[in-house]
């Protein structure tokens, strides 16, 4: 704490950055390979826009963000440790930033594309039913997912539909067809109802005597 407190107000910036950073980091980088993913892109908060383009090349993520304050905060401490200007140390701290979060865009995206792809073959959806897991939108207009059962897995997946209207969250749903780039087209559909099995017993014959 007393060396903490004799840095000046500019060190003091860049250290808080660095470790908190580096610890939300390595949480994130923990959570993916382990395959938990605790904190999610939240998919939401990625701010990735929903066009018919498959997976999209994501830069502003959640995750990207940590990277970039974790190399921003560590190469400024360099860059003052080095006795380098303020200016000067701004300028390169921001300039690692950018190049982490591009190295971690970069990342994800193959990650993300080699699992999609992998062997799954989008043809065997056809047919199948499911639930909308995230809202899709009216006429191709807005992009979701479908939680649905693909080569005896469930999986969510992207999702279109040429519906009139949005088809919202626990819409159950029946895939009529598949984009070349693996989005699946869905329509709106009912749960399918098991049929009531009746049973005709006939009367023994000794029965029938009166």
Known sequence: MDWFAALDAFSKFYWIIALIGSLVFLFIMASTFLGADGIDDVE?????IDTDT???FQFITFKNLIGFFT???WSGIGCIEAGLSKPLSIIISLACGLAMMTVMAAMFYYMKKLTD???LNYNNAIGAVGEIYLTVGANRSRMGKVSIRVQGTLRELEALSDSLFELKSGTIIKVVDVTSNGI?????TKKPIQPIKSEIYELPSSSAKL
């Open 54 to 56: 498959g997976i999209e």
């Open 71 to 73: 190399i921003f905060g």
């Open 44 to 48: 939401d908060v990625d701010a990735s």
């Open 184 to 188: 699946l087209i869905v329509e709106e």
């Open 117 to 119: 792809s992998g062997t």
